[in-house]
């Protein structure tokens, strides 16, 4: 049984490697599943280059390699789509290990000459614009041309637009609600009470037979206002393999950030930690300078966090990463359980994109749980309803 299911692997690796042409020759192995026939497409879609300028080459006597990059010899060389390139690269990050990615762009770009589809601004403009194009065009920002990267930034912008559309609504609703229910339930201090303004607003109410004011709605200094702000910490993980939670979570931030109830701010961690909470009004620039890649200090990230908590018990900290630590697991446990200690609410969200991948290391994860943290899946909706609960007061679900 062990054999077999050896040579079924190796048959299967085979036929990757050897492509679609291999299908009838290799029958013996198994059909390939979606994962690897998108692998196969996204081999197929580079690397028929080099059969067909082995023809080129044939049919005219020159040598098959001549050091440029070769165009498809069907239909004038454009079988496929110039956007799909684009495209193409993020299919690459998604299904292929980080060394595996690299050798491919490599090649795409420098073997083969796709770099051409990327220096022309119309490719990009006629492209439909998407998270996985944005995740594409993040991660070849360094080699695009200045008026190829000026067509970038508009796209991330249209893009960021659309998520802010449709999640701001959401934001401000369940995070304004909250501020609304606990100013009409008067859980003010009594001390923050504005007597001057409650007064003048309540004096209609005067009901002179009995000589009784009634307070019919309470006021409160500014204080009380502050005395009810929260401080939100994004911490994301920017390692390649989380580039559309990076995404999602700058378009989250700077939504957060123009509510009024929360103090927002935001890391990006690797190997080493930044702040780029003064990005948030422009989060098209805060993704396009991000540096995806990398290693996984989560422990670092936690610990600069831990140092800058002005109010724990007023301090919710939403950690996004798969935990796949780099460095040292013990100090990321360590720094969980002293955020924990100090009051503040911890969420580990293993994926925030709009499919809510649960893919992240399960023992870390459990770890971290029996520490006082909260370990989850969701989509940004769904976090925006976690956040408000736990601002409320109450344990989150």
Do not use: K
Not at 34 to 48: E, G, M, P, V
Not at 129 to 138: D, G
Not at 326 to 355: F, K, N, Q, Y
Not at 381 to 394: E, K, N, R, Y
Request: glycine share 8%; aromatic share 4%.
């Amino acid at each position: 049984m062990q054999e077999q299911a050896i040579d079924a692997a190796t048959l299967r690796r085979w036929r990757l490697i050897l492509g679609p042409e291999a299908a009838q020759p290799l029958a013996a192995a198994q059909p390939l599943d979606d994962a690897d026939a998108r692998r196969d497409a996204a081999l197929d879609y580079l690397y028929q280059r080099e059969h067909r300028l082995r023809e080129q080459a044939n049919a005219s006597g020159t040598d098959a390699w001549q050091g440029g990059g070769g165009q498809s010899g069907h239909h004038g060389g454009r079988d496929v789509p110039e956007p799909q390139a684009v495209h193409w690269l993020g299919e690459v990050r998604d299904l292929f290990p980080r060394s595996a990615v690299e050798t491919l762009q490599r090649d795409a770009l420098s073997r083969y000459g796709l770099h051409g589809l990327l220096s022309d601004p119309q490719v990009l403009a006629e492209a439909t614009p998407s998270i996985e194009l944005v995740a594409a065009l993040m991660a070849v920002r360094t080699s695009l041309p200045p008026e190829v990267l000026a067509e970038a930034r508009r796209l991330v912008a249209r893009v960021v637009a659309d998520l802010q559309a449709r999640l701001s609504s959401r934001v401000h609703s369940a995070l304004g609600r909250r501020r609304r229910r606990r100013s009409s339930r008067g859980q003010g201090q009594m001390s923050d009470l504005d007597w001057s303004r409650t007064l003048r607003h309540n004096l209609r109410h005067y009901q002179s037979e009995e000589q009784v004011l009634v307070l019919e709605r309470l006021f409160f200094r500014e204080n009380e206002a502050q005395r009810l702000t929260w401080d939100l910490w994004l911490v994301v993980d920017q390692s390649g393999s989380m580039h559309e939670s990076v995404i999602h979570s700058a378009v989250m931030g700077s939504i957060f950030a123009r509510v009024r109830a929360l103090r927002t701010h935001v890391l990006l961690f690797s190997d080493a930690v930044a702040d780029v909470t003064g990005q948030l009004h422009a989060p098209e620039e805060l993704l396009l300078g991000a540096q995806l890649g990398g290693g996984t200090n989560i422990g670092a990230a936690l610990a600069h966090v831990a140092g800058q908590l002005a109010a724990p018990r007023r301090s919710v900290i939403v950690l996004i990463t798969d935990l796949y630590e780099g460095h040292d697991e013990a100090r990321v446990i360590a720094e969980t359980e002293r955020l924990v200690a100090s009051g503040a609410r911890v969420l580990v969200l293993a994926a925030l994109d709009r499919r809510a991948h649960p893919d992240y290391d399960r023992d870390l994860a459990a770890q971290l749980v029996a520490r006082g943290a909260q370990v989850a899946a969701m989509t940004p909706d769904h976090l925006v309803d976690w956040l408000a609960q736990a601002m409320q007061g109450g344990r989150p679900s």
